[in-house]
T-cell receptor, first 113, second 114 residues
Framework: KAGVTQTPRYLIKTRGQQVTLSCSPI?????VSWYQQTPGQGLQFLFE???????NKGNFPGRFSGRQFSNSRSEMNVSTLELGDSALYLC????????????FGPGTRLLVL | DQQVKQNSPSLSVQEGRISILNCDYT??????FLWYKKYPAEGPTFLIS?????DKNEDGRFTVFLNKSAKHLSLHIVPSQPGDSAVYFC?????????????FGTGTRLTIIP
């Protein structure tokens, strides 16, 4: 089985712009979670989607949003980018019968200038 | 290819006993290892770490052991408490933490039985 894939791998944006990141889960996995990883804050949970519905949400401002499509692929959008949004964004997928086992993608490294 | 592996998806331990969570890695470039703990509906939180120049790091009830030749690390929790019930992720990086991407294992669900 192919693993979790994320595109793009690297991205450079400027303040005020918006960005959309994509995640394709492992085939058959319906749950997709997004995390932000920064040196100072470590790994922080953004949100989780299951069957096209947001199931859980972390403590991030409304500029961070996401969605999930019927094929379980997920996108994350950040609007009005700030310098502090520079981070590695990780996506993880899990299957219904083993929801606690998360498979992480390689991440998208976002740099905001 | 899973470079960091946690081969036990779940583990149950009696309260007061020792919990041992295991992690294996394949990339010999990894030189920094971390354990994260995750409660349902929350993101993982950092627990303890170890650099490859050490073979043991202790923090209260938590001790991480690193065996570089076997590419294996383990997390010991003594004594185990009900609040320790969570999913534990092992992670590794090649380079200074924060500058290099962490590679995570798939997690082990620990259940402490009262």
């Amino acid at each position: 089985k192919a693993g979790v894939t994320q595109t793009p791998r690297y991205l450079i944006k400027t303040r005020g712009q918006q960005v959309t990141l994509s995640c394709s889960p492992i085939s058959g996995h319906r749950s997709v979670s997004w995390y932000q990883q920064t040196p100072g804050q470590g790994l922080q949970f953004l949100f989780e989607y299951f069957s096209e519905t947001q199931r859980n949400k972390g403590n991030f401002p409304g500029r961070f949003s996401g969605r999930q499509f019927s094929n379980s692929r997920s996108e994350m959008n950040v609007s009005t980018l700030e310098l502090g949004d520079s981070a590695l964004y990780l996506c993880a997928s899990s299957s219904e019968d083993s929801q606690e086992t998360q498979y992480f993608g390689p991440g998208t490294r976002l740099l905001v200038l | 290819d899973q470079q960091v592996k946690q081969n036990s998806p779940s583990l149950s331990v009696q309260e007061g006993r020792i919990s041992i969570l295991n992690c294996d890695y394949t990339n010999s470039m990894f030189d920094y290892f971390l354990w994260y703990k995750k409660y349902p509906a929350e993101g993982p939180t950092f627990l303890i770490s170890i650099s490859s120049i050490k073979d043991k790091n202790e923090d209260g009830r938590f001790t991480v052991f690193l065996n570089k030749s076997a590419k294996h690390l383990s997390l010991h929790i003594v004594p185990s408490q009900p609040g320790d019930s969570a999913v534990y992720f092992c992670a590794a990086s090649a380079g200074d933490f924060g500058n290099e991407k962490l590679t995570f294992g798939t997690g082990t669900r620990l259940t402490i039985i009262p």
